[in-house]
């Protein structure tokens, strides 16, 4: 622990002294915003760039012999001004397969865009061409790492957030997230794969699939559908679903309608299947039983494997995965969507914005909002194997999915993501980097990065206020409405950082580092913000001297004013152990000098107990003298001179390397 704060950022919390910061925040314009708007939460992020490719579904390759000629004859004579509207309009075409099979051409209009300043489109074709990529591409791995240094997110790594947090819950009221990679218990897990967890409406009855059912003479696993009510916050011993749901096949993957009344399930190796696993619907009859089981047909299943089903709130939209042949990877997710006639039309593939080279399985889409979580290997910036991300509808688009980050998304493999109506838990399938194949079910609250609602942008700057120049530290994020903290990020290497959180909510920022005291601000969101901070590196070569730290005349006592300056130097303290104090106290040269050496030492005295009961360390870090009036700054000519006489000096000694 005590390497560790010497080597990363300190934590230190509570009010800056105005000597050494200056904060500036800059809003939204309330002018901009009627009262009405302010009221309402933002439920979706911002549009961002889109690129369309018509053609996905209709063939699979598209290729112009002649217009590849002329892309070819027009750049070898440098016309790229010419080139650029031509390769666009070929690129427009792309079917499937040419996302792996014709790349090159991806990052060649990147390029060209780029070169006009359209950073923006660059970059988006730039992801598809890592996304998509069979062949080395270090070099644009590379070039795009470049570009993307000051707008990804840097989190710091997992075990030191929790250290962070383990700290600050001993200093301050803050509470930490109350946990994650919680296990749902033996209630719900077995010693087999446990996964695929789907929530009613009430939240009051938990579905998912299991691998417990074991039998026959080779001991085969045999995926069933279980059950677990909730009673009085607990969930009860899972139960099968029983026929005829759950057959001598392997059923799994479940899904409910808004009602409660329909199930969407996977069933595999079944006679009347088209492929080796199929999506299949079910009715609940009037007796609660199941009943009516019939195969969604050949619109929305293939002779591969078709699972894991996710319907829309109107039901009119079902998503699932699939690895039938035609796709971009190993498994794509696809959509279908009812037609007037109620059947089920031909399903589509969602696009390469969506789906990589590599695989995507188990949609959710979330029960009240346009969001669509999903668990990928094939994204660009994966914490393990697989991870779960959400991408957001927005005006008629999937975003660029988002990871939801550390607190869910682990070095083994995340799946089956789901969020209660409330979204206020999660429930998902995880296993370990050591033993990937055995999923267990975990539920925990819900991180900030998983909220759909966390759209409002957040961003800032830290700045030297003496260079200008950009500078380090850790940026954590405290949930005040709820008293939780949020996953910590680093600061880019330009100096700003963001976060994505839900608007109309109190938030404390808190930016630590070793190179000066800890900076803390209250934010009231209401809309996207920027805020820039200023602040002064600590010079351990001079004292420092606070305003705060005035005593009243003649007293040595502890005043309420000056506590939160006298916190902040306990904190620093207590983050760098090797570090040593020296507290100095210093009078004016008016009255008795032996009484002023006697109060001058009572004040310092007084400044080292209230350290050493904050923090408890021990009293061998700090020394408390007294000077009395033997060191003035000035020559006392006025009271002002006399004033400035009086003062307390804070040295901190760095240890020697």
């Known amino acids: 622990?005590?390497?560790?704060?010497?080597?990363?950022?300190?934590?230190?919390?509570?009010?800056?002294?105005?000597?050494?910061?200056?904060?500036?925040?800059?809003?939204?314009?309330?002018?901009?915003?009627s009262e009405a708007n302010l009221q309402v939460s933002k439920l979706q992020p911002d549009p961002e760039f889109h690129l369309d490719f018509p053609n996905l579904n209709k063939f699979s390759y598209y290729?112009?012999?002649?217009?590849?000629?002329?892309?070819?004859?027009?750049e070898k004579r440098k016309q790229y001004g010419k080139v650029l509207p031509l390769l666009e309009e070929y690129v427009h075409n792309f079917g499937v397969q040419n996302f792996y099979k014709d790349t090159q051409l991806l990052w060649r209009l990147g390029q060209l865009l780029e070169r006009q300043g359209n950073q923006e489109k660059a970059k988006a074709l730039y992801r598809l061409v890592l996304k998509h990529h069979r062949a080395d591409v270090r070099k644009v791995m590379s070039y795009y790492d470049s570009l993307e240094q000051n707008t990804k997110n840097y989190y710091v790594p997992l075990n030191y957030y929790y250290e962070l947090v383990e700290y600050r819950k001993s200093i301050a009221t803050f509470k930490p997230p109350k946990g994650v990679y919680v296990n749902m218990g033996n209630a719900i897990n077995s010693p087999y794969a446990d996964y695929g967890p789907t929530l009613n409406d009430e939240n009051e009855v938990l579905i998912f699939t299991s691998k417990r059912n074991v039998g026959g003479l080779q001991s085969?696993?045999?995926?069933?559908?279980?059950?677990?009510?909730?009673?009085?916050?607990?969930?009860?011993?899972?139960?099968?679903?029983?026929?005829?749901i759950n057959s001598i096949y392997n059923e799994g993957s479940a899904c409910l309608s808004h009602d409660g009344k329909t199930l969407y399930f996977a069933r595999c190796e079944a006679p009347n299947s088209y492929g080796n696993c199929d999506i299949y619907v079910a009715t609940r009859q009037e007796d609660g039983s199941w009943g009516e089981i019939k195969n969604l047909g050949a619109n929305v299943n293939s002779p591969a494997w078709d699972s894991q089903p996710t319907l829309s709130r109107q039901e009119d939209t079902l998503y699932f995965a699939s690895d039938r042949l035609g796709g971009f990877g190993l498994s794509d997710i696809y959509f279908t969507h009812k037609t007037k006639s109620g059947s089920w039309a031909p399903a589509q593939n969602m696009g390469p914005v969506i789906n990589t080279r590599e695989s995507e399985v188990s949609p959710f889409l979330h029960p009240k909002f346009q969001v669509l979580y999903f668990s990928s290997r094939g994204q660009l910036n994966n914490f393990g194997d697989f991870d779960i991300y959400k991408t957001y509808l927005v005006q008629g688009h999937w975003q660029e999915p988002r990871n939801i980050g550390p607190l869910v998304n682990g070095r083994g493999s995340e799946y089956y993501f789901t969020i209660d109506a409330g979204s206020k838990n999660l429930y998902y399938a995880r296993s370990e980097a050591n033993d990937i194949k055995n999923l267990d079910l975990y539920s925990f609250p819900l991180p900030m990065e998983a909220h759909p609602l966390a759209v409002t942008k957040v961003e800032g700057t830290l700045t030297d206020s003496v260079t200008n120049k950009p500078m380090s530290a850790v940026v954590s994020v405290i949930d005040l409405d709820n008293g939780v903290e949020i996953s910590s990020k680093y600061v880019r290497p330009d100096g700003s950082f963001e976060f994505n959180l839900i608007d109309n909510t109190r938030y404390m920022i808190l930016i630590q580092s070793p190179d000066f005291f800890t900076i803390e601000r209250e934010l009231e969101l209401r809309g996207d913000t920027s805020i820039d901070f200023m602040t002064s590196v600590i010079d351990y070569s001079i004292p420092m001297v606070f305003e705060n730290i005035e005593f009243e005349p003649m007293q040595s006592d502890i005043t309420q004013?000056?506590?939160?300056i006298l916190d902040e130097v306990a904190y620093f303290m207590i983050d760098h152990p090797m570090h040593r104090l020296e507290i100095a106290g210093h009078t004016d040269s008016a009255g008795d000098p032996d009484f002023n050496l006697t109060l001058s030492?009572?004040?310092?005295?007084?400044?080292?107990r209230y350290i050493e009961r904050k923090v408890n360390i021990g009293s061998d870090r700090i020394d408390a003298i007294g000077y009395g009036s033997s060191k003035p700054i000035r020559q006392e000519v006025t009271e002002e001179d006399r004033r400035i006489n009086r003062r307390v000096e804070f040295i901190i000694i760095k240890p020697r390397n």
């Not at 290729?63 to 027009?74: A, C, E, Q, V, W």
């Not at 030492?601 to 080292?608: G, H």
């Open 1 to 33: 622990m005590k390497r560790l704060f010497l080597l990363v950022f300190l934590l230190l919390t509570f009010l800056q002294p105005t000597l050494l910061q200056a904060q500036q925040i800059k809003h939204v314009d309330p002018k901009d915003l």
């Open 561 to 564: 004013e000056m506590e939160p």
């Open 601 to 608: 030492q009572d004040r310092a005295d007084a400044i080292k």
């Open 63 to 74: 290729h112009d012999r002649k217009k590849l000629s002329l892309i070819h004859r027009l």
């Open 220 to 244: 085969r696993a045999n995926e069933d559908l279980f059950y677990s009510k909730q009673n009085n916050g607990f969930w009860e011993e899972a139960q099968s679903f029983g026929k005829p």
